[in-house]
């Protein structure tokens, strides 16, 4: 993600840390010992920053001044702390459009709608405010490959279930994981099931709620903003929010890591102060604070480093390639010519892969040969898995 802070390509020494990641992810010994007398020899291993390494400008950090944030609401690059993310959102909410706000007044401020037909926890009707969440997801982007943050998130949801929390009914929820194997060590870790508990069940693998794909509101929610103009938020742990791209009728949008996006999904609003509000009441009527929620650090290390060495599977590898070719079949409904026949909208099913095995790549379009090159590979992992099971062997590409 070198773009991401402006540069073109970024280099990090070889060092102890690749060595442990290494073999946390599975790797043996004798390859870890490998790859270190094979850096070492080559000067590669490790710098030595006091006397090697020359910087034009070089900037102290003072660990102890760093503070929980989010991103947005409308550009990737503009840091709110967590503190004070309440009063920067209504300083946006009333600040002119030319000067990059929302340009509401005091009313709109304090605007709030009821949702047709819809109650909340406590039976009343459900009401829908200038500020609220409607859409949280922890997607797959750079910072959910990250085990810490999202077991992170998966022990914020179980304290929450614990407590009695639930999210409010206007929330969309979603958890779509770049990997198969998060899905696994989130079951290993015991926290998928409050995930879902919180409606955080896993909608698929890959981009999706930062590129617009979360799919559409509930329709009395998108009801009540499409009719009274609401500004609503979005808070998601993508690495994009411009307005209208993560969805049309959500103008702010905020970047947070999973754990946040968790809790910003039980307070329902981007209204809050998390160290002076609640986010809600637990079974006996106490108010509970996100510091009763959030892991401490030896909580989180123990549940992480209880998922080590994590290693996937051949099957997990299958599942996903047959999964990542019928996802985009079904996303670019794709029309070609074969054979003087038209064929429209091709959509993923069962028999998407067993089409696409028969047709031949020089006589269909450039787009379906990229995804024929996916088939093609899915059938020699296929294939090679069956060499590896009756040779009892490792497969070359673990």
Partial sequence: MSPEYGATMGYFAVDEETLDYMALTGRDEEKIGLVQEYLSRQ?????DIETEVEYSQVI?????????????????????PLSELKNAFQEIAMKPVADGGYGLNTDDLDKKVLLDGWKDADGQPSELRTGDVVLAAITSCTNTSNPSVMIGAGLVAKKAVEAGLSVPNYVKTSLTPGSLVVTEYLKKANVLESLERLGFNVAGYGCATCIGNSGPLDEPVTKAIVDNDMLVGSVLSGNRNFEGRIHQHIKANYLASPMLVVAYALAGTLDIDFDTQAIGKNKDGNEVFLKDLWPSNSELSDAVNKQYPMKCSLNNIEVFMKRTINGMLLMHHLECSMNGKK???????????????????????????????????LRQTISHRQEVLQQNRRPAFI
């Fill in 60 to 80: 102290e950090l003072d660990l102890s001044t760093l503070s929980a944030s989010l991103a947005g609401p409308k550009r990737p690059q503009d840091r709110v």
């Fill in 43 to 47: 000067n590669l291993f490790g710098i």
């Fill in 343 to 377: 064929i429209q909208h091709i959509f993923a099913s069962r028999s998407s892969l067993k089409i696409l095995k028969k047709w031949n790549p020089l006589k269909i379009s450039w787009e379906l040969k990229f995804y024929y090159r996916w088939v093609i590979r």
